[in-house]
């Protein structure tokens, strides 16, 4: 079980902050949902947040992220502006993918943060391409790729596991299980469920983590990446998280028991650092005006005029 206490160091503060922000931006994504302002598919990360804020902390700027269509927690725990993460949810050019992307393809080349893909796995090989870039040019940076346990059904997981173990890529591979890949089960698809082990298999360290504890997965990826950094070649983690919502906006989510996802719910990795009632006040108001600042913006942001819908489809730069 997670640890319940208090915060106790500057960490503890911010990764509380962290999960706190993602949370609290995603039940207003829920409400705009609603009112129709944001289209479109939508994958909430609600239950998950202790993932992206424990694994972003223990990277610098200079690192890498490449992410999945439930995406949002990660990219605002790198750093990607709320504002331009909004404004892509409402499909608005001053969004980080020009509006073009959705919630589903968030992007940010600055911050280093490269999607958002609606593929399931489909992030792997571009992490793998990024760390062998990085390698080649000698520049001590980490790529961590965040991908769930259905992606590991994909032939494009062991084939980027085979070849970032073999050239031996700084890649952090962590692995969301929230056991369910849509409606299916793990135990349902996969013949081997100790997810750890199979990415052992292709000789990579790994190990599993309580994806619920924010502080373990903090500890967990700072240490791969001390690893990786020192030139130990991959990582992989097992992140054991569980999604309090449904797989997707438009899934009836008939395939849990209610009971489970209320189990889950008493492990909810907002409540395992606390904070002095004023502080924890102070913070949510902080984070309240950080998202009434980000609903303003996108907003009050123009829609791309027509004239400029076949823009970007083709290289507008002329041989
Ligand atoms: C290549 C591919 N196959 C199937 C799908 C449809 N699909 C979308 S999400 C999903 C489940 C993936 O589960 P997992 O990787 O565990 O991630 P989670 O949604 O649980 O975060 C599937 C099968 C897809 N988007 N891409």
New binding site residues.
Partial sequence: MPRKTRARSSRDRELLRQMLRIRRFEERCVELYSGEKICGFM?LYIGEEAVAAGVCHALTSEDAVVS???EHGHALARGVPIRSVMAEMYGKAAGCSRGRGGSMHIFDAERRFYGGN?????GLPVAVGLALADKLLSRGRVTACF?????MA?GEFHECLNLASLWGLPVLFAC???L???GTALARSQAETDLALRAAAYDVAAWPVDGMDVRAVADAAERACESIRAGAGPHFLELRTY?FRA?SMYDPDRYRDKAEIEQWKLRDPLGQIRLPEDELAALEKEIAQELEDAVTFAEEAPIEPIEELTRFVYSEVRP
């Fill in positions: 994958h999945t269509y439930r609606a593929i399931v796995g489909g991908f769930g346990e259905g992606a994909e969301e299980n929230n369910y890949a849509m999604r797989h």
